[in-house]
Each structure stands twice: as C-alpha cells, then as structure tokens.
C-alpha cells in the first residue's frame, strides 16, 4: 500500500499546487476509497476563488466523488475491498439540537468531506477517507460516468423534496450548470411548462434536449420575468429554482413566482450579500421561500435508483475527463469566457494520463 498520494491543494486563494501527501490513515469506523473520477463544481471554484471558507485553507478539495473500495475498518459492514462506491459527504454532529429534530444539514458543526475537512481530504487526490456507513455501493447498470454525478444529483433530489411540489405545476429555473438537473427533477415529478433560464447556448440546448419546454436566454430578452409571466398566461410560476447565486437573480427569481407560488434557493451567494425583496408579496401575495444546500442520507440512495432505472442520464452534460495534474488549469477554463461555453460538466481523474473530450 502506497504511504503517499498526489494531491491538489489549494493553498491560497487562487493558487493551487499538485503536492504528494500522506495517504489517509483509516480508523475501525472509516473506509479508504481509490478515487477514479471527481467532478468540478461551482462550490469548488468559490473554494479557490476565497469566496467560500477561506478560513479552512489550505485545503484538498472536491466533492463529487466515485471510486473503488481499497482498504476497509474492522467495523464496516456489508462492504467489500474493490467495491465500486459513491460517498455521502455530509458528515453532521448527530447530536446538537438540529441533529435530534433530523436536521442533519443544519448541523450546528455541519461539514463536508472535500468542502470543509482537513483531516479527510477531498477528491481532487488520490485517495479518500469516509465513515463507512456514508458509503454506497454503486451497481453494474451504473457506468462510471453516470456514478460520477451521484453527488450532484443527490443536491436537485434534496431540492425537489423540499419544494414538494406539485404535479402539472409550472416551473422557472435559472441557471444551466445544475439548473438542467433540477429541470430533469422536474419533469419527472410532472412539472409543466419547465422554463429554463441561462446565458449560455451550449446549456440552454442540452436543457432543451433533456428537459425544457421553454428556454429564455438572458443576452436576448432584457426582461424575463416578463417574459416568464407571458409564457404563463400572465400568471407567474408556480415554483422557480433559482441556481444561479446572485442578489440580482434571486430578486428576479421572487418577482417572477406566481400569488401563492414557492421559490427554491439553491444558489450560493457571498456571505453578507443583500437583496431588496418587497414585504407585500409574503403577506397578501402569500409568496413561499424555501432552501436547500446538499443532499444527505438516502438521496444517495435514491440519485443511485434513479440513475440505475434510467430516470436520469447526466452523460451528454459530461464535456471531458482531465488527468488529476490538470485541476487548476480546468478550473480556470470553466470560468474563462473563451472556453466555458463549450464546457459544461468537467471530471478529474488522477488515473488519466491525458484529457479526454466529449
């Protein structure tokens, strides 16, 4: 068994270096999993930007992991060394009073694994450390590129549940990174129109193919929430996604519910930004405001059903694989304006010796 792997870490905002560091120690409770593809998300890019715990550098980060079991704890049960396994990466206390309500995801020292955790580095590295009971066994009918967007699915499963929403109810989402999933999620509860929100030609098409009823595109039509209003008789939606993570979208994102209707906020803004929302609108106009920021428990379990029965194929959202030394360099070119229109999901694999495109 090898005493080091390579790892990137970001060691300051916006420097990342490809470092070897000591394969993680596991204890009885804990399983080590070899990493074999770990997705970029934006979270990550906020990570490394310092627009999101800062404080927590420097850090091994990356969260949307797939691997093959390499070493069990003598406690782990029902697993078996070279196992093919998702991880769930919410890691709440269990015992504060958001815990014992079944809270878990407002867990007064709520963490995740390549988000907050230095003792477990996160997936953009060799190897990773888990708990083993967040450890999921991935089936056959599952290819490794679909077990590659369990994590992120199980974030727009989270969100669907707590919009609850309704069948034959329209729906407006904004953004087309995540935002396509949560249309997908949306059509299968039976949500009607789906009307997909972004900027981006590439996003919008994949929406339109894999969900979409409606597209509006941002840089041709300077008043969507007129525009969403038109495309619902005048009503409004009756739940709107917002994913994008800015003040200005979610004041969008509330002015375009319908009376009564319920947004879900799933965008991650900076800590400490503000927006205007009119007070009215809760009161008379009944609007509803709910949030969710992760997937934990068995949305696991059900991302996996879902993707086992077909229900969800995430593979034409997968634009290329990058070797695990290419980290920082993908990063910057999903953020870059010359090169993210093509770019819509990116996975990083420390076995691939060079990048493959989609």
């Known amino acids: 068994m090898k005493q080091t792997m390579r790892a990137q870490v970001v060691v300051a905002p916006n420097k990342m270096e490809l470092r070897e560091i000591p394969v993680p120690q596991i204890t009885g409770d804990e399983v080590l999993v070899k990493i074999k593809y770990c997705g970029i998300c934006g979270s990550d890019y906020s990570i490394y930007t310092g627009k999101y715990v800062p404080e927590r550098l420097p850090l091994v980060i990356g969260h949307e992991m797939f691997g093959v079991i390499e070493a069990l704890g003598a406690n782990a049960r029902g697993l078996s060394v070279g196992d093919r396994v998702a991880i769930d990466i919410t890691l709440p206390c269990g015992t504060c009073y958001f815990c014992r309500k079944g809270d878990g995801l407002l867990c007064e020292s709520f963490e995740q694994i390549g988000i907050h955790t230095k003792d477990m580095p996160g997936g953009f590295a060799e190897y990773v450390k888990a708990p083993w009971g967040n450890i999921y066994k991935v089936p056959d009918e599952v ?112 002015r375009m519910l319908r009376r009564g209707g319920k947004l879900e906020s799933f965008g991650i803004c900076s800590e400490g930004d503000m927006m205007q929302l009119d007070p009215f609108q809760f009161v008379l106009n009944e609007k509803k405001v709910s949030g969710s920021c992760a997937g934990i428990g068995n949305d696991w379990g059900d991302a996996i059903k879902l993707l086992r029965y077909g229900r969800v194929d995430p593979t034409p959202m997968i634009s290329m694989v990058v070797p695990l030394e290419e980290t920082e360099q993908a990063i910057h070119e999903l953020h870059d304006p010359a090169t993210a229109g093509s770019l819509v999901k990116v996975l990083v694999s420390p076995e691939a010796t060079e990048r493959t495109v989609f």
Do not use: W
Not at 199 to 214: H, I, P, V
Not at 217 to 230: A, C, G, H, I, L
């Open 143 to 254: 290819d490794d590129l679909k077990a590659a967007f369990i994590e992120p699915l199980t974030t727009t499963i989270q969100a669907s549940k707590k919009m609850d929403a309704e069948i034959a109810g329209s729906i407006a989402i904004l953004g087309t990174g995540l935002g396509v999933i949560h249309g997908v999620m949306a059509k299968l509860r039976g949500l009607c129109p789906i009307i997909v929100i972004g900027r981006n030609e590439k996003r919008l098409a994949l929406a339109k193919d894999m969900c979409a009823d409606y597209l509006i595109n941002y840089e041709e039509t300077p008043d969507v929430v007129s525009e969403v209003f038109r495309l619902t008789n005048g009503v409004g939606a009756d739940y709107v996604v917002e994913a994008v993570g800015t003040p200005a979208t979610y004041e969008q994102a509330f």
